[in-house]
């Protein structure tokens, strides 16, 4: 899967299992992907770098957005259905956009 941005395009790794949910970008460096998990909260414990948040609705309708969200947070939405986490300062969406994915 990708997500598309304004001016590129990500690969988008799916978390279903939970080691991937619990490690995300936990331990990670100069992150060029974007990970999405089916939940109602995250966090940015033991994160190397600030990353960008989009959390949406089950149709992807965008609900909120965190950009550059500092380490050491914890994010809980009850309303949420998915979260998106970018690489810093990369989201280039908007609350109510329709976030754009391509199933290859």
């Not at 990970?35 to 109602?40: A, D, G, P, V, Y």
């Not at 909120?64 to 500092?70: A, E, F, V």
Request: hydrophobic share 40%.
């Amino acid at each position: 899967m990708k997500i598309i941005l304004k001016d590129k395009t990500l690969k988008l790794k799916e978390c279903r299992h939970f080691k991937d949910k619990l490690l995300g970008f936990m331990f990670k460096k100069n992150i060029d992907y974007a990970l999405r998990f089916k939940c109602r909260s995250i966090h940015t414990f033991f994160m190397k770098e600030k990353i960008d948040v989009i959390i949406t609705d089950r149709n992807n309708k965008i609900l909120y957005i965190y950009n550059r969200l500092p380490v050491n947070k914890i994010i809980i939405k009850k309303d949420a259905y998915y979260f998106y986490e970018l690489p810093d300062n990369t989201n280039t969406y908007q609350v109510n956009d329709i976030i754009n994915i391509i199933n290859d």
